[in-house]
């Protein structure tokens, strides 16, 4: 079975009724099973278990906190039970939601109380996919009429969005659908958005690559909307055109594993497979490394920018230039840059520029 499990998250009053509705639409027609987790929190409150009838609102987020990892655990189990090829899980929010209502302190202590790590339960979903509020950018169509549990001036909710968007900064796919269109045109992108991440036609994978001066790294981890990541990645043995790596990703001692298959068709497009691994299938990979080439160790540094979402790679082998990777939905889409990055050149086409190429022994 191929089962994806997604975050559908944003400010308030940002479409996911109808994102929702639609995804069931499209992608039961492309053969999905397609299985909805509902929002927890609107159910808790509705349900009269709200922040203002809790001891404190941490109180209520920890509720709210081990009723999502229940929730998300029976449909998992179920949807391994069923009798079909592919299953999209669609979480109407996920649990780094709750972090934008709490304080780091009392978010991390409540994940102790748990059992359980930020990166743990930030990459435990495969992509996240969020919805910019309609009151930045489509003021006219701001309401809180359709919630009974949204309370949230226009301000207020303006203000949620950036600290949800911040929450799920560090993901390795995410994805903003922001106003800038009409609203169906919003609901076309994350569809389009989903499509392209379960490689619906095919797992494309369109990116532009920059050399960069050495950025300023106290800019880079006092931005709000940045987050620092680990990353060793070993090569494996492969075919010619065909490139294979393992990654450890995270921070602090706690890590995921992905294993990637990666295809050329062009400069700029490639076809990506990704797998989670377990950390014993990771070990047990280590042992087909190529051994011409070295372990690429990094830090990088996701940067979301205007809606867009930067990667930063910090090398230790270089004292005064990065890499500085983007993907993109349509080649042709422009980029807006922060101006304290500094572009030396674009590299998305020149193979010395290539991690593969830098783990190779000179």
């Not at 191929?2 to 109808?18: E, N, Y």
Request: aromatic content about 10%; overall charge negative.
């Amino acid at each position: 079975m191929d089962l994806t499990k997604i975050v559908i998250t944003g400010g308030p009053c940002a479409g996911k009724s109808t994102a929702l509705s639609r995804i069931q639409e499209e992608f039961t027609k492309l053969g999905y099973t397609v299985l909805f987790v509902s929002e927890t929190a609107t159910e808790l409150i509705n349900g009269g278990v709200a922040p203002w009838t809790c001891k404190t609102s941490d109180d209520f987020q920890k509720f709210l906190i081990k009723l999502q990892i229940e929730k998300e655990r029976i449909f998992e189990l179920s949807a391994s039970s069923m009798a079909t090829e592919k299953v999209l899980i669609v979480c109407d929010r996920g649990m780094l939601d709750n972090k934008a209502y709490m304080t780091q302190q009392a978010f991390e202590n409540t994940l102790s109380e748990f059992n359980l790590n930020e990166v743990e339960i930030r990459d435990n979903y495969d992509a996240v996919f969020h919805l910019v509020t309609a009151a930045d950018g489509a003021m006219d169509f701001y309401t809180t009429e359709n919630n009974t549990a949204r309370t949230e001036t226009p301000a207020q909710a303006i203000e949620l969005d950036k600290k949800l968007l911040s929450a799920w900064t560090g993901h390795p796919h995410l994805r903003v659908i922001d106003n800038s269109t009409t609203f169906e045109n919003k609901i076309k992108k994350l569809i389009a958005e989903i499509s392209s991440f379960l490689g619906e036609p095919e797992p494309l994978e369109i990116e532009r690559k920059f050399l960069i001066e050495y950025p300023d790294i106290d800019w880079l981890e006092n931005s709000p909307n940045c987050q620092k990541i680990e990353i060793i990645q070993t090569y494996l043995k492969s075919e010619l055109n065909e490139e294979i790596r393992v990654r450890q990703r995270g921070m602090n001692g706690n890590y995921i594993y992905f294993k990637t298959i990666k295809r050329k068709i062009s400069d700029l497009k490639r076809i990506e497979i990704e797998k989670r691994l377990s950390k014993d299938e990771y070990l047990a990979l280590l042992m087909e490394a190529d051994t011409e080439k070295r372990q690429i160790r990094k830090n990088r540094y996701c940067l979301m920018f205007e809606n867009q979402y930067f990667e930063i790679d910090i090398y230790p082998f270089w004292s005064d230039k990065a890499i500085l990777e983007i993907e993109l939905s349509d080649e042709n889409a422009g980029i807006v840059f922060p101006e304290e990055i500094k572009i030396i050149k674009e590299v998305t086409d020149d193979d010395n520029y290539k991690n593969a190429s830098l783990a190779k022994f000179k």
